[in-house]
DNA sequence: GATGGTATGTTGGTATACCATATGACCACA
DNA sequence: TGTGGTCATATGGTATACCAACATACCATC
C-alpha cells in the first residue's frame, strides 16, 4: 500500500501534545530530584510553573501515578512517590532477573551490528564518566542529582537499551525503564558515589566483554555482580537516610 | 499516635473518587473483552456510557495508556491495545522469571499460615474450575469471555496473590498483574480451552505441594510447568487468530 | 492553656465550552 | 469512473468555571 519511492516524505513523529511535553518535563523534574521524594505536587502551582492550563497537568499526574513515580495521598493530593529499602531491594531484584535474561539471550544472539552498537555504547559511557567525574564535584546541589539527567545517567541507559533491543526483550525494557525511574534518585547516588570497590564502566566493561565473546553464562555473572554492587551502595544510602 | 483502644473506629477506605469508579469499569471491560482488541475508545461515546464527563474519562484513559492496556493514535485518538505472539511471548518469559522466583521464595519462606492460606485458595480455584466447566458452557458469548471476571480467573489471581505476598514480592506482583491485564484476553482463552495436557488446577495443585513441602526447586519447576503450556496454547490461540 | 465554634482560604473533583484538525459525504467535471 | 473541491460532522486538545471538602486561622469561653 505505501509507495517505497515515497517513504522519505512521509511524517513519521507528529508534533507533541501539550500533554506530552508536561509529562516529560514532570517526568524529568521527578527523575533529577527537582520535586523531591514526599513533596506535593499542588496542580494550581504546577499550573503556574507550567504554564498550562489544569486538565494537562491532571492528566499528566495521573500517567505518572500509574508509573509509580507519584502518589495520590487522600485528602491531600499528589506527591512525589517516596521510596524505601524494602522496594528499592525488591526492585534491584527484579533487574536481577530481567537484565540478567536480557545478557544473557543478547549473548546468545549477538552478530557483528550488535557487538558494534554495544562497544560504541561502552566508549560513550566511559567518556561520559571520565566527564561527569570532572564536573559533578564542582556546583554540586544537595540533592546530589544535578547529574541525572547528565551523560552518565544517559550513557548508561544506552548501554541497556542495546542488550535489551538486540535480546528482543522489548516489554521488559520498558518494565525495567519504569522501575528504574522509580529508583532514579538512589540511582544517581549510587553513580555518584566514589566507594564502589569496582567502578559501574569496569563492570559494564566485563558485561559487553561477555557479551562479545557470544557468553551468555559470563553475561549472567557480570550483570549479577554489577547489579549485586548496585544494590549495596543503594542500601547503605538508603539506611543513611534514615527511611527518608 | 494512634490509640490502639480507637482503631477501629478509622476510617480506612475514604469514598471512591468518579474517576477510580470509571478506571475500574473500563478496566474491567477491556479485561473481559467487552471493549475489543484495536476497537477504538472515542471520548463522547465513553461519556454517554458511563454517565460522566470527558474530564473523568481522559483522565481514566490516561491511566489506562500508562499501564499499557491503551494505545493512542496519531490523529484517531484511543484504543483498546492490541497484543501478538512477539509481545504475548515476552510477557509468559516475564511472568516465568517472576512467578518462579516468588514461587521459589515462598515455598523457602512458607510457614503454616501461608500454607493454610494456598490451600485455601487451591481448594477454591477447584471448586470455581468445577463451576466455571458447568456454567461456560451455558450461555458463553463469541468472545469466549464470560468467565474472565469469573470465579476462575479470580481464583488463579488469589492463589498467586498468596504466593506472591508471602514472598514479600509486591513490587514483582503488580508487574504481573499489569502483564497480566495486557493478556487478559488470551488468558481468558487458554482458561477456557480444553485441550490441555493437564489442567490448570493439577498444575496449581503441584505448586501448592512444593510450596508446602517447603521445597523451593521444585516450586520453580512447576510454575515453568504450569506457564510453559500456558504460553503454548496462548500461541496456537493466537496464530489461529492469524494475528488478530 | 485547652477547647469548641466559626470563618476563610486552599485544593482536588467534575462539568462544560470552545477551538482546531481530520475525516467523510456529496457533487461537479473531465 | 476517477478526481478535485467544498462543506458538514466528529473528535481530541485545552482552557475555564464551579463546587465541595478539607485545612487552617482566629476568637470566645472556661
Not at 157 to 179: C, D, K, N, P, S
Not at 198 to 217: F, K, L, Q, T
Not at 219 to 226: F, I, K, Q
Request: charged content about 25%.
Amino acid at each position: 500500500m505505501t509507495q517505497p519511492d515515497y517513504d522519505d516524505l512521509k511524517i513519521e513523529n507528529p508534533p507533541q501534545t501539550l500533554r506530552e511535553i508536561v509529562l516529560e518535563r514532570m517526568r524529568g523534574a521527578i527523575l533529577s530530584g527537582r520535586f523531591k521524594s514526599g513533596e506535593r505536587l499542588v496542580e494550581r502551582t504546577l499550573c503556574d510553573q507550567l504554564g498550562v492550563s489544569r486538565s494537562v497537568v491532571r492528566e499528566a499526574i495521573r500517567y505518572l501515578e500509574a508509573e509509580g513515580l507519584v502518589e495520590i495521598m487522600v485528602n491531600k493530593g499528589p506527591m512525589v512517590a517516596r521510596m524505601d529499602w524494602a522496594q528499592a531491594a525488591q526492585i534491584y531484584d527484579i533487574r536481577m532477573l530481567l537484565e540478567q535474561s536480557a545478557a544473557s539471550a543478547c549473548a546468545a544472539l549477538a552478530d557483528d551490528a550488535v557487538k558494534a552498537a554495544l562497544r560504541r555504547a561502552l566508549a560513550d559511557l566511559e567518556a561520559a564518566s571520565a566527564g561527569d567525574a570532572g564536573t559533578s564535584d564542582a556546583g554540586t546541589s544537595d540533592t546530589g542529582a544535578s547529574n541525572a539527567g547528565g551523560g552518565l545517567f544517559q550513557a548508561t541507559t544506552r548501554f541497556y537499551e542495546v542488550i535489551f533491543t538486540a535480546a528482543g526483550h522489548h516489554i521488559a525494557w520498558e518494565i525495567v525503564q519504569r522501575l528504574n525511574g522509580r529508583i532514579s534518585r538512589l540511582r544517581a547516588l549510587t553513580l555518584a558515589t566514589s566507594d564502589r570497590h569496582v567502578s559501574g564502566p569496569v563492570r559494564m566493561a566485563r558485561i559487553c566483554a561477555a557479551i562479545v565473546a557470544n557468553d551468555p553464562a559470563a553475561a549472567a555473572v557480570a550483570v549479577r555482580d554489577h547489579l549485586a554492587e548496585a544494590a549495596q551502595i543503594a542500601r547503605r544510602l538508603l539506611e543513611n537516610e534514615g527511611g527518608k
